[in-house]
């Protein structure tokens, strides 16, 4: 492992036996995972480079349950790791040592679907289609949708501030969540927003949205329902360029378009996708985009019309519109295969995340390929062109010495150019172990330190999943000073409001 | 003290830190009426914003717009509409419902207090369209947060935080907004005569159905007119307004008559929605945040003889008019899931009555942990909200 985790508390390591046995008196015992064999499926999550087997696995059931192990937990000193499904790209959900995994699969109750006002209230552990199964026969369904949507947990997505590819049009998980029931890492059980649009006071549910599991314990997440839309159509259209598909995205967002989706995929992903589902895409292309828009029929006809004209005007090679929805799904196959599919052409891959603008794309994706014959490692480009979220896709063979080292810097290499060009480090995916080192690169040491103050007004002991996001963990003593600049502190008693 | 350059916000904040002032955070005031009045007494200056102005950065095909918090709102929108852009989250100059200016509003003001108009129903509120901010926290130092790029998961998203803040924790120097495509069609119906139950039904089936309208409200009778009237509003692509038109019809049925209304009524009706003319002017005004179901028995509850009120965002949002005692509208909307914000009133309610709904008691304490690690020696914590957020 490439990434230094907090160093382990010895201390914590030699009451292990106590920890449990204390941990089995506050949940079900049988609730409470301690042989190895048993914990050996949680010790990684889906960044599986990395693994580590916790201290201990925590099942608990209720919020109860939860406040009861957090509020032990603190008193006696023990960091906690909560995961929900363990989907996580970044390493979010990574055990420790010597902490306790608190796992939240028990929590797997919709409690509540209210049509009329188009929410739902579910358990953290019910995975995000599933909350759109039970609220489809009301023609409702939750819009953001992660592509582990069918095994990610909506606690997670609240975690992670989940996105997925209608997020330009529809949001990420922080538009679509109204309210959750945390539990801070001292065992208080609060509510932060809830079913009205907005709350009182400051906007805690917005900073506990992708705060990967830092901040505190959700249990349960109030989601906002949209309409499933009338009809949906989608165009797959070939570009001989990089630069033709990227003006084409420009210009039909300068058109007034916001498509439900648009995803564009480079050369070796075309090929790759078509190899592994043959869904007819064109491999004399160097660029693929993928539009959807949805609405009223009349509303999509146009919309197609006009990117059609649009791809044509951009120098597009191929333009198919689809005419029924299993031609619709015949575009996205490829797509949604792409991961599978590039791990047919190459042992491992290493899947990143940055955003940059748009406008940057052709020069980012030729600043790429040259640092993929630097490193010597191939790569394969998926990307969600609307709002410029890459995904690249290093291919690399883990079984070679050295190869997930040189992915890795690879990956780094990225990073940094996306923040260099204006962008960020992460689109979707987090920062978790995975690029936490690289925070530095994005925010100074002030920002970072306005940012971990935070995390200091919420568990100021720092034992809720530390080693996370940031790449220093600061002492929230030393974090608070303040530096008055010419003068002394002379407020004699605060008001404390 | 009206700084113009980031800098000197610093210097202002460091110098407030070291002689023990205090500083009230203003954009252009127009929402200054909000919250207790300061008095001399209290150590208090004011730190004005509208020298930091212009734009930054903007790319319309980014969908992405940098600049600075001084600037007014008016010229922002000027800007986007030229290139036919919008905020989505139709922001209101609520300056004339506080007896101000309008047209001064800052954009900094427009994040500080995140009230977002009609469209939030379906688009998101202003805090879902600030990606990132340039501030000075109330320790003196300079600090970013969020990004210039549309999707960005990087770190907290201390954007949100900021966002509705009401300058509590920062003073933004600096705004990245994200726009979006203007409508090029919008058009607004009502329906006349319905009671509040049956308008928030018709407003839930309506915001419930893939017809996608992009306002729903309902005004008491008295309001803007004797009659009751619902109000909703389809905006895009000619063609599509047409559809989604005809899908409207068909979903109310013959009961339910829609009469159109002209582009010069609609515009007095949205003015409305900013200056709040059409509630009474002698008693305190009220902006209720509730579930939507709410609404109307809620309001049936609170408001006698009298008292005009009318609700937006399908009832999630009731604006009330009214002498009703504080501390039973606020009982009455806590328990209903709720909160109340006392919007307008005369300065001797608002000294004794908080501004904003007191908290539960650990959440108010897990609150005031969280603003103080942004401002630890209070110096942005004037007595304007010193009775709000806590129950303290």
């Known amino acids: 492992m490439s990434v230094l985790m907090p160093a382990l508390d010895e201390a914590v390591l030699a009451r292990r036996a106590q920890i449990v046995a204390a941990l089995r008196t506050l949940v079900a015992a049988d609730a409470v995972i301690d042989e190895v064999a048993r914990m050996r499926p949680y010790e990684s999550d889906a960044l599986t480079a990395y693994r580590q087997l916790p201290l201990v696995v925590v099942l608990p059931e209720t919020t109860e349950q939860v406040a009861a192990v957090l509020r032990w937990c603190h008193a006696n000193g023990v960091r906690v790791v909560p995961r929900g499904a363990g989907t996580s790209l970044s390493g979010g959900a990574l055990p420790l040592g010597d902490a306790v995994l608190l796992v939240l699969s028990k929590f797997s109750r919709i409690l509540e679907i209210d049509v009329d006002d188009r929410l739902a209230v579910v358990q953290s552990g019910v995975a995000n289609l599933a909350i759109s199964a039970a609220t489809e026969p009301h023609g409702l369904y939750y819009a953001p949708d992660p592509s582990s949507q069918i095994a990610c947990s909506i606690g997670g997505n609240v975690a992670e501030n989940s996105g997925g590819v209608h997020c330009l049009k529809y949001g990420l998980t922080t538009h679509n969540v109204l309210g959750v029931r945390l539990v801070t890492m001292e065992g208080e059980i609060v509510d932060l927003g809830g079913r009205a649009f907005d709350s009182s006071g400051l906007d805690l549910l917005g900073i506990v949205v992708g705060s990967e599991g830092l901040l505190g314990v959700v249990t349960e997440v109030t989601v906002r329902l949209l309409p499933k839309p009338e009809s949906v159509r989608a165009l797959l259209i070939g570009f001989p360029t990089v630069d033709d598909a990227a003006r084409c995205v420009a210009e039909v967002i300068a058109a007034g378009i916001i498509p439900a989706g648009m995803e564009m995929m480079d050369r070796p992903a075309i090929h790759a996708a078509e190899a592994f589902v043959q869904a007819g895409y064109p491999l004399d292309a160097e660029a693929l985009l993928i539009v959807e828009v949805d609405g009223p029929p009349a509303e999509c006809d146009e919309l197609v019309d006009q990117v059609e004209k649009l791809a044509r005007r951009n120098a597009a090679q191929s333009c198919r519109s689809s005419t029924s929805e299993a031609e619709r799904m015949r575009f996205w196959a490829g797509r949604k295969a792409a991961f599978p599919a590039v791990s047919r052409i190459a042992p491992d891959y290493y899947c990143m995340d940055g955003t940059i603008p748009r406008r940057r794309l052709p020069e980012v994706l030729q600043r790429i390929r040259e640092l993929s014959q630097r490193h010597g490692l191939g790569v ?9 979220n890459l995904h690249p896709l290093i291919l690399y063979d883990a079984n070679q010495p050295g190869q997930l080292e040189r992915a890795e810097e690879f990956g780094n290499d990225i990073l940094r150019l996306c923040v260099e060009v204006g962008g960020v480090l992460t689109g979707e995916h987090g920062v978790g172990i995975e690029k936490r080192d690289l925070m530095p690169e994005m925010f100074s040491a002030d920002d970072l330190a306005h940012q971990q103050r935070v995390k200091c007004a919420f568990d100021p002991q720092q034992l809720l999943n530390p080693g996370k996001v940031f790449p220093v963990l600061h002492r929230c003593a030393e974090l608070g000073r303040v530096h008055v600049h010419g003068g002394a502190v002379r407020f004699p008693e605060l008001p404390r409001f | 003290m009206r700084p113009d350059n980031e800098s ?42 509208t020298g930091l102005q212009g734009i930054v950065d903007y790319d319309p095909s980014e969908l992405v717009l940098t600049v ?36 001064r509003m800052t954009v900094g003001g427009l994040v500080a207090s995140g009230l977002s108009g009609p469209r939030r129903v379906v688009a998101g509120s202003v805090r879902d369209h600030v990606l990132g901010f340039r501030a000075v926290s109330g320790r003196g130092e300079l600090f970013v947060g969020g990004g210039k790029v549309v999707k960005n998961v990087t770190g907290y998203d201390l954007p949100k935080l ?17 726009v979006l495509p203007a409508p090029e069609v919008a058009r607004v119906w009502a329906i006349k005569g319905l009671d509040a139950t049956a308008a928030w ?16 409200l309902h005004f008491g009778p008295g309001t803007v007119g004797a009659e009751a009237l619902t109000v909703l509003r389809l905006e895009g692509f000619a063609a ?3 559809a989604r038109l005809h899908a409207l019809q068909a979903l109310l049925g013959r009961g339910l008559a829609l009469h159109a209304l002209s582009a010069g009524e609609a515009s007095g009706l949205w003015g409305s929605l900013a200056s709040l003319d059409v509630l009474s002017h002698d008693r305190p005004v009220w902006r209720l945040s509730v579930p939507a179901r709410q609404a109307p028995s809620l309001l049936a509850r609170l408001a006698v003889e009298g008292d005009r009120w009318f609700f937006d965002w399908g009832g999630a949002l009731c604006w009330l008019a009214s002498n009703v005692d504080p501390e039973r509208l606020r009982s009455e909307v806590a328990a209903v899931g709720g909160h109340a914000i006392l ?11 908080p501004t904003f709904h007191p908290l539960p008691t650990a959440l108010g304490a897990l609150e005031e942990r969280v603003r103080s690690q942004f401002d630890p020696l209070g110096v942005f914590a004037t007595a304007r909200f010193a009775g709000g957020g806590h129950a303290h």
């Open chain 2, 68 to 103: 600075r918090a001084g600037t007014p709102w008016v010229e922002i929108e000027r800007t986007l509409a030229a290139e036919r852009q919008m905020l989505a989250c139709e922001p209101l100059d609520v300056a004339g419902s506080l007896g101000g200016t309008v047209g």
């Open chain 2, 201 to 216: 039904q018709c407003l839930a089936r309506v915001l419930g159905s893939s017809v996608g309208v992009t306002a729903a």
């Open chain 2, 343 to 353: 919007w307008r009133a005369e300065a001797a309610l608002r000294r004794r009555v």
């Open chain 2, 162 to 178: 900021l966002t509705g803040s009401w300058g509590r924790l920062a003073a933004l120097t600096e705004i990245t907004l994200k």
């Open chain 2, 240 to 242: 599509s307004v047409a």
């Open chain 2, 8 to 49: 000197e916000v610093v210097a202002r904040v460091r110098e407030a830190m070291a002689r023990s002032r205090r500083l009230e955070l203003r954009g252009s005031g127009s929402k200054r009426s909000i919250g207790a009045p300061v008095e001399e007494i209290d150590e208090v200056d004011v730190l004005e914003l």
């Open chain 1, 380 to 388: 394969a480009n998926v990307f969600h062109a609307g709002d410029g």
